[in-house]
Nanobody
């Protein structure tokens, strides 16, 4: 079965950085477009960034453009999200998703606070 396991979340001060990673198994990773979503308390889950199966095309939500970078390593079956210049509004549970098969990870908490 498909498994997506996120890691790298934590507590960071405003202006700081975190790198999230998602390890995938149970699917042909190189054939899957992947994405990161987030859900803040009391809010709907929203798309943060997406990357094509080959990694040549990326898309970002306007609120993270210029701060976050999505990347993937098809040899290691991982997709990462580098997050820079974090602010308190970025506090949320971040989820990895296979856009192709529709599977979700369990999420990793990111808290931005001084």
């Amino acid at each position: 079965q498909v498994q997506l396991v996120e890691s790298g979340g934590g507590l960071v001060q405003p202006g700081g950085s975190l790198r999230l990673s998602c390890a995938a198994s149970g699917l042909i990773f190189r054939n899957n477009a992947m994405s990161w979503y987030r859900q803040a308390p009391g809010k709907q889950r929203e798309l943060v960034a997406a990357i094509s199966s080959g990694g040549t095309s990326t898309n970002y939500a306007d609120f993270v453009k210029g701060r976050f970078t999505i990347s993937r390593d098809n040899a290691k079956n991982t997709v990462d999200l580098q997050m820079n210049n974090l602010n308190p509004e970025d506090t949320a549970v971040y989820y990895c998703r296979s856009q192709t098969v529709g599977s979700w990870g369990q999420g990793t908490q990111v808290t931005v606070s001084s």
